[in-house]
C-alpha cells in the first residue's frame, strides 16, 4: 500500500533562516505531487504541484520554492523565512491522472517563525 | 474559478446525534472529495463522489450534480468524529479547491 512521509513534524525558526521540508512517497511510481498550506483558519492554500522529476508549477507567488529531485520525492524551501510563511504544510500525492484522481495526504509539519 | 461554501462552519453535537454537513458548488464539478481533518491535522480521505450516494459505515454521502451540491451524513456520532469535515472540488486544474470546513465537536 501507499505511505507518504513528511519530516519534521514541527519545526519552530527564527525570521530570516533558510528552511527544508520534506515528503517522501512509498508504493507507487510517477506520483502527481503537492504542497499545500493551511493557515489559521482553517482553508487549505496550493503551494506547488509536480507531475514529474524537475517539473514544478507555482500556484502562487511567495518566499517559498520547491523542488523534486527524485521521483517519489518533494521538497519545500526558503531561503530566508518569512513570520507569514508560519502554518501547517501538507504533503499530498494523486495518480498520474491528476487531479481527477483522489489526493492523499501525509501528516504535515506544523511550522513556526519567530 | 469555482466557489466552494460550506455549511454550518460549527456544529456541537452530542454523542449519539445524527448530523448533515453541506457543500455547494457555484459550477457544475466532475471530481467531489470529502476529507475529516483529525485535531493532530491528518488529513483523511472519507468519499470520492463526484454523483450519487456512497456510504461506509455511519458516514454517507451524496452529491447531486445538476444541483451543484454535496451532503454528508454522519450518523450515531462519536466523540472520534470530531475534527474539520472539508469539500474540496478537483476540476480547476491540478489543485483541489477547499471550502473552509465545517468543525465539529462531539461531546460525551
Known amino acids: 500500500s501507499q505511505t507518504i512521509h513528511q519530516w519534521p513534524a514541527t519545526l519552530v525558526q527564527p525570521v530570516g533562516s533558510p528552511l527544508s521540508l520534506e515528503c517522501t512517497v512509498e508504493?507507487?511510481?510517477?506520483?502527481?505531487l503537492y504542497w499545500y498550506r493551511q493557515a489559521a483558519g482553517r482553508g487549505l492554500q496550493l503551494l506547488f504541484y509536480s507531475v514529474g522529476i524537475g517539473q514544478i508549477s507555482s500556484e502562487v507567488p511567495q518566499n517559498l520554492s520547491a523542488s523534486r529531485p527524485q521521483d517519489r520525492q518533494f521538497i519545500l524551501s526558503s531561503k530566508k523565512l518569512l513570520l507569514s510563511d508560519s502554518g501547517f504544510y501538507l504533503c499530498?500525492?494523486?495518480?498520474?491522472?491528476?487531479?481527477?484522481?483522489?489526493?492523499?495526504f501525509g501528516p504535515g509539519t506544523r511550522l513556526l517563525v519567530l | 474559478g469555482i466557489q466552494v461554501e460550506q455549511s454550518p462552519p460549527d456544529l456541537i453535537l452530542q454523542e449519539g446525534a445524527n448530523s448533515t454537513l453541506r457543500c455547494n458548488f457555484s459550477?457544475?464539478?466532475?471530481?467531489l472529495q470529502w476529507f475529516h481533518q483529525n485535531p493532530w491535522g491528518q488529513l483523511i480521505n472519507l468519499f470520492y463522489?463526484?454523483?450519487g450516494t456512497k456510504q461506509n459505515g455511519r458516514l454517507s454521502a451524496t452529491t447531486v450534480a445538476t444541483e451543484r451540491y454535496s451532503l454528508l451524513y454522519i450518523s450515531s456520532s462519536q466523540t472520534t468524529d470530531s475534527g474539520v469535515y472539508f469539500c474540496a472540488e478537483g476540476d480547476s486544474g491540478y489543485a483541489l479547491n477547499f471550502g473552509k470546513g465545517t468543525s465539529l465537536l462531539v461531546t460525551p
Open positions: 508504493g507507487t511510481s510517477n506520483p502527481n
Open positions: 499530498a500525492w494523486s495518480g498520474r491522472a491528476g487531479a481527477v484522481e483522489t489526493q492523499y
Open positions: 463522489i463526484p454523483s
Open positions: 459550477d457544475s464539478v466532475n471530481n
